[in-house]
């Protein structure tokens, strides 16, 4: 990318708010991270120009510019062993329970990867059972961007890198600084060009084949399961909750012929069919568990240090509560449940595109207890997602919807706009408030007037930024259990 068209991506960037890199509010990270996040900002950051209203996406990713910073920075990627996991749905649940499987049933120095974050960038990166502490990330990205400005002076692939590449690398370097000796990782977008993918994982995992992101990695499914299988490597194994009679699960049969790597299906076997009974609610749990639980397999199979026992083979060490507890915790924002003071229910979910709306709603339907409950939906969303197609999601199911914005800078869509889309939809009772904090306290506020807290469940949705801003409020007014 020349210097001119840098400067263009800069300018661009300056004109939508940081919220990648700075937490709900002001002080929250320590003044070492808050410098280095000021000075990661400057670099093209993919995750917030895809909120660019009225701009199509032109994705110019490429693992030479992270794969020039790492080789500089002494490989840190080879320090460890990794499980490198992609799909549609479901790759942050099963990441989770990995990751913490490894560390508190095998007793694994461990590291985990993921993206976005809901509150703070630290939740990108886990070692063991913690966030990375603010320091140790800030030391760990200058180190980073200031091995690209090296690259810039020697004009090599480094001075193209982007603000998802130079955050990868740091998660790399913050692994291998603390010596884990096993990372899970997932990909940021896609597989084959994500720049997650320079690990050449023994262990992949690609957990299903959704038409999402069809502007950058598809059109189509196909194109899509191309990319994503992209991550496993001659020699490797990929796990996979694909159908094999499925478009998508034959593409990936077919490269994984042509490349020499091994595909299993798990969801095809015995261990998934018995929960055929299951709720959606408990179904999908039981897919995201069975994939982790054959990765845990695979992992006892390669014969690992003698704490790989038959208890991981059997993927027994998921049913334990610390394991299962670590697991949750990792994962805000992903039908994460709150219960406040007065018995209000409070569901925290990021979803922002019409399936994985309509796959919360179905899952809220199919839970034994949620499924009598009148649901509440706090709405808001960005101005470039499908806003009648998650409307249209909604409607089945929503007692009373309050449309809110998530900010008023950026490109979000304002309440009063979202109000308009929503009046024309056969909605119960709509309630329109412009300012998403507001809005939830009104929410409950009416729910509360009603003496209905424990006859109804409350559901924010729409964006992960929104998730992120509601999110410190929501956890101050539950209960400590």
Known sequence: MSTEQLK???????????????????GTYSPKLLDALRRLDQWIDWERRDRMVGTQRQMRVNTGPIMDLLERLGNPQTHFQTVHITGS??????????????????????GWYSSPHVERINERIGINDSYIEDDELAYCLNQVMSTREESVAAQSFGKDSTWFDLVTAAAFLAFSRAKVEWAVVECGLGGKLDSTNVLKSKITVLTNVELEHAEIIGPT?????????????????????????DEAGRVIDEIAQQVGFRVIRPLQEQLYLENDHLPLFSMIEAQN?????????QIGFL????????????????????????AKKRLPARMELFKLSNSLEVIIDGAHVPS?????????ASHPVWKHKKLHVVLGMGRDKHVEEILDELIPFVFRLYCTCVSNEGPYLGAEQLGAYAKRKPFQSISIHPHCV??????????????????SILLVIGSLHLAGA????????ARQE
């Open 303 to 326: 014969g690992y240090r003698n704490r790989i026992d038959s208890k991981v083979v059997d993927g027994e060490l998921l049913d334990r509560e610390d394991v299962w507890k670590g």
């Open 470 to 477: 509601l999110r410190p409020t929501i956890t101050s007014l």
């Open 8 to 26: 263009k991506e800069a300018a661009a960037n300056a004109k939508l708010p940081p919220v990648f890199s700075k937490g709900p509010s002001k």
């Open 89 to 110: 749905k479901g790759k942050g649940s099963v990441t989770s329970y990995v990751s913490s499987a490894l560390f508190y049933g095998a007793g694994f120095s461990t």
């Open 221 to 245: 499914r196909i194109d899509i399961a191309r990319e994503k299988a992209g991550i496993a490597y001659q020699g490797s194994i990929m796990i996979t909750g694909t159908d094999s009679k």
């Open 438 to 455: 507001d809005t939830l306290h009104r929410a409950i506020d009416y729910i509360e007037r009603e003496n209905a807290c424990e006859d």
């Open 356 to 364: 994985s709306v309509g796959l919360v709603m179905k899952q809220i």
């Open 289 to 297: 568990r069975c994939l982790a639980k054959e990765v845990l397999k």
